[in-house]
């Protein structure tokens, strides 16, 4: 059934809902305000963390757009998406919140935990939010599951 999502024309959706994810994640986050900084920080970046979280945010938007294709393809059939697709918007959101480097930037739930006066960065956590990235690409994971559990689409 996923094969399907790479085929012509699904595979140019796939393709834009991936860049669109991208390009939205890359501003809610500041990353591209990050960017300008990291010649002047060189030896202060832990690389692997940065490439981990950079590569992770790949993943989420891949997984993103693949949930969102199915899904359309599944509601275009008539099969019921409500499980998968709560999940997906779960997930979704999530990789909205935790930003393209999770060191690097607040995010959306700092912020609104600072509304509450309560303090919070990505960076108290154990692996400084790449948790939170791995927690994300397992509720999309479950989407797909859940998805993928009923019947196939059949594409022409």
Same mark, same amino acid.
């Given at each position: 059934?996923? $094969? =399907?999502?790479?085929?012509?024309?699904?595979?140019?959706?796939?393709?834009?809902?991936?860049?669109?994810?991208?390009?939205?994640?890359?501003?809610?986050?500041?990353?591209?305000?990050?960017?300008?900084?990291?010649?002047?920080?060189?030896?202060?970046?832990?690389?692997?963390?940065?490439?981990?979280?950079?590569?992770?945010?790949?993943?989420?938007?891949?997984?993103?757009?693949?949930?969102?294709?199915?899904?359309?393809? $599944?509601?275009?059939?008539?099969?019921?998406?409500? $499980?998968?697709?709560?999940?997906?918007?779960?997930?979704?959101?999530?990789?909205?919140?935790?930003?393209?480097?999770?060191?690097?930037?607040?995010?959306?739930?700092?912020?609104?935990?600072?509304?509450?006066?309560?303090?919070?960065?990505?960076? =108290?956590?154990?692996?400084?939010?790449?948790?939170?990235?791995?927690?994300?690409?397992?509720?999309?994971?479950? =989407?797909?599951?859940?998805?993928?559990?009923?019947?196939?689409? $059949?594409?022409?």
């Amino acid at each position: 059934m996923i $094969k =399907s999502v790479f085929k012509r024309p699904y595979i140019y959706f796939f393709i834009l809902i991936f860049i669109v994810y991208l390009t939205l994640d890359i501003i809610i986050s500041q990353f591209y305000v990050t960017i300008r900084y990291i010649p002047k920080y060189l030896n202060t970046i832990n690389w692997f963390e940065l490439g981990l979280s950079i590569f992770l945010t790949l993943v989420i938007a891949f997984l993103v757009s693949l949930t969102l294709l199915l899904s359309y393809l $599944k509601y275009k059939q008539r099969q019921n998406v409500k $499980k998968g697709l709560t999940v997906a918007a779960l997930g979704t959101t999530g990789g909205f919140a935790a930003g393209v480097c999770t060191a690097c930037v607040a995010g959306i739930f700092p912020f609104i935990f600072s509304l509450f006066g309560i303090s919070f960065s990505w960076l =108290s956590l154990p692996f400084k939010g790449l948790e939170f990235q791995i927690f994300v690409i397992i509720l999309l994971i479950i =989407s797909l599951y859940l998805l993928n559990k009923s019947d196939h689409i $059949k594409i022409r």
